[in-house]
């Protein structure tokens, strides 16, 4: 096989020491071990919300949402980017983070092992059925050509590595379970479904700012703003100024904002493929109870 061949069957990462994972973690290109080590020891201040998500499962929707419920259902400005008010934390580090004003909302991907729990913190975590994110991860993959140097890559081979779990941020079917378990079992963790924010956004959007407390439900209850949010969070309104919310980093011809759908696995996955992940969802069942019924009510989604 030649080199050329072989690059195209995995994209570029960083493989960053953890005792997790013997080969490396696994992670976005840019990021550094002093980086991810100064994320891990970072100690959340009681005000602290996290934003978690596995990539590519409604990061930056939430994200826009959570900075629009903070300014009254006013867009974020023209010259303005989301990550100026948000910190990444596994991209800048801790040390980063701590420059920023509390109360904090800071973004992660990261597994719930390498994030300090601290009682008054909440973490809001959104889950994204598996199918439309290892589709969403390939494109996102493709699209940030600059770091993965996957241009020319294949979403078969894509799906072989996704399934494996060795993808940026590791397996799905551990970081997504683990955090399921814990939305069940501690009360600072709000479990959240992509699906559920599609069908009904009002009602998650009114649950989310009653989980985060007086100042964010407050807010929502203004005349106008609720309705603000909902407009200026759709993903229309986001796709037009999709720069906004991108990292800075980003490649300028990146189509950050693809479909946002549910259900648009279907025209990539192969029926194997899909039986694949349903046999996969079977087993991680089995260890945490309860994770492979979570899509359920969208009986046509799966």
């Known amino acids: 096989m030649s080199a050329s061949t072989s690059e195209k069957l995995k994209p570029d990462y960083s493989y960053l020491k953890h005792p997790l994972f013997p080969e490396g973690y696994p992670l976005f290109p840019s990021c550094t071990q002093e980086v991810f080590d100064s994320a891990q020891a970072y100690e959340p201040d009681s005000s602290d919300i996290f934003v978690v998500t596995y990539p590519k499962c409604g990061?930056?929707?939430?994200?826009?949402?959570?900075?629009?419920?903070?300014?009254?259902?006013?867009?974020i400005g023209s010259d303005d980017n989301l990550?100026?008010?948000?910190?990444?934390?596994?991209?800048?580090?801790?040390?980063?983070?701590?420059?920023?004003?509390?109360?904090?909302?800071i973004k992660t991907h990261l597994d719930d092992r390498m994030i300090k729990h601290k009682e008054g913190v909440k973490y809001i975590f959104v889950a994204r059925n598996p199918k439309d994110c290892v589709v969403s991860f390939?494109?996102?993959?493709?699209?940030?050509?600059?770091?993965?140097?996957?241009?020319?890559?294949?979403?078969?081979?894509?799906?072989?590595?996704?399934?494996?779990?060795?993808?940026?941020?590791?397996?799905?079917?551990?970081?997504?379970?683990?955090?399921?378990e814990k939305g069940l079992k501690e009360k600072n963790v709000h479990f959240m479904l992509y699906e559920d924010?599609?069908?009904?956004?009002?009602?998650?959007?009114?649950?989310?700012?009653?989980?985060?407390?007086p100042k964010w439900s407050d807010s929502i209850k203004r005349e106008g703003v609720l309705e603000n949010v909902i407009k200026n969070s759709s993903f229309n309104s986001m796709k037009s100024n999709h720069l906004k919310y991108c990292i800075t980093i980003a490649p300028k011809d990146l189509k950050?904002?693809?479909?946002?759908?549910?259900?648009?696995?279907?025209?990539t996955l192969s029926d194997e493929q899909s039986r694949e992940i349903d046999e996969k969802m079977k087993k991680v069942g089995k260890e945490y109870p309860g994770f492979d019924k979570v899509w359920e009510k969208y009986p046509d989604l799966l």
């Open 59 to 75: 990061t930056t929707w939430l994200l826009n949402i959570l900075y629009l419920i903070e300014h009254e259902g006013n867009m």
């Open 83 to 105: 990550n100026y008010h948000y910190p990444f934390i596994e991209l800048v580090g801790g040390d980063k983070v701590q420059e920023f004003k509390a109360p904090r909302v």
């Open 138 to 180: 390939f494109h996102h993959t493709l699209d940030f050509h600059n770091f993965y140097k996957y241009k020319g890559g294949k979403f078969e081979d894509y799906f072989k590595i996704f399934m494996q779990g060795r993808v940026d941020w590791g397996d799905y079917f551990v970081m997504v379970p683990r955090w399921y």
């Open 197 to 213: 924010m599609k069908n009904d956004t009002k009602s998650e959007i009114e649950k989310l700012a009653d989980f985060l407390g």
């Open 256 to 267: 950050f904002m693809r479909k946002g759908a549910a259900g648009d696995w279907r025209n």
